[in-house]
């Protein structure tokens, strides 16, 4: 995920109303890249089992998950319909 859609996303949690607009295009970036990231990541412990490759998964899983989490705060927080019904990168038995 790039510097930028951290920050977009950073400064989307900070703001307050319902008013506030959440961008769109930067949550969908730093989703797509997620969910990219997820998959190569399981595709290399599918090659080569090892430490490393299973950390990388590890990480990958928990940035998903956090990001999961943030999207479903802002959703609560903003009151916003198109954040709740915003895809999800783990789903329960993506989980481990």
Known sequence: MSARAIAQIEASDSLAGADSAVDSKALTQAHDKLVEAVKHA???????PGAYTCTALRACLAAARAFDRHVDELAFALSAEWLRTFPKIIEGSDAE
């Open 42 to 48: 399981r595709s290399a412990y599918e090659f080569c």
